[in-house]
T-cell receptor, first 113, second 111 residues
């Protein structure tokens, strides 16, 4: 089944404890992106990647890192999480750049205490 | 930064009626626009898209209208069904890589 998977789906952590949220797609998509969703703010783009080893900042990249060593994986790294990073995170992918239908993962709900 | 807004945060319609969800965008350089549907507990799901060289596009029961003069986008859902109840987001991109989403409209279909 063609899909975008994220792990973990739920995570509660404490301030400063490094964490990684994984994202994987099995559709051979070139473009991948991370978003956070907060009440009243909609989805905001954190980082995106046009292909392997090519990443760039979105609208709200502060406090996050990403890497794209393989085409299928695009992990989101929080080196030192803070409470303002408590949010619902979505990974998405599309075949070619973003001018195409994006497929979203199921989301990761992160709480930073 | 970009600003993509929605005219109404909530919308209630009777089953069988048509629904219209509106969206205003701010970047006149945006050339690709998308509508997404998000059901409770799930990720957004693509509904329909439109490029700036068009002003109307139709899908199955959905139509997107684009008015570049006033930077306005709308989603029309024909014969709304209970399964259409969800939050609807518009999104725009001037580059094809960076996306800006609206804050969403919650559609409730009354049986």
């Amino acid at each position: 089944e063609a899909q975008v998977t994220q792990n973990p789906r739920y995570l509660i952590t404490v301030t400063g404890k490094k964490l990684t949220v994984t994202c994987s797609q099995n559709m051979n998509h070139e473009y991948m992106s991370w978003y956070r969703q907060d009440p009243g703010l909609g989805l905001r783009q954190i980082y995106y990647s046009m292909n392997v080893e090519v990443t760039d900042k979105g609208d709200v990249p502060e406090g996050y890192k990403v890497s794209r060593k393989e085409k299928r994986n695009f992990p989101l790294i929080l080196e030192s999480p803070s409470p303002n990073q408590t949010s619902l995170y979505f990974c998405a992918s599309s075949f070619f750049q973003g001018n195409d239908e994006q497929f979203f993962g199921p989301g990761t709900r992160l709480t930073v205490l | 930064g970009e600003s993509v807004g929605l005219h109404l945060p909530t919308l209630s319609v009777q089953e069988g009626d048509n629904s219209i969800i509106n969206c205003a965008y701010s970047n006149s350089a945006s050339d690709y626009f998308i509508w997404y549907k998000q059901e409770s507990g799930k990720g957004p799901q693509f509904i329909i898209d439109i490029r700036s060289n068009m002003d109307k596009r139709q899908g199955q029961r959905v139509t997107v209208l684009l008015n570049k003069t006033v930077k306005h986008l709308s989603l029309q859902i024909a014969a709304t069904q209970p399964g259409d109840s969800a939050v609807y987001f518009c999104a725009e991109t001037p580059t094809g890589n960076q996306f800006y989403f609206g804050t969403g409209t919650s559609l409730t279909v009354i049986p």
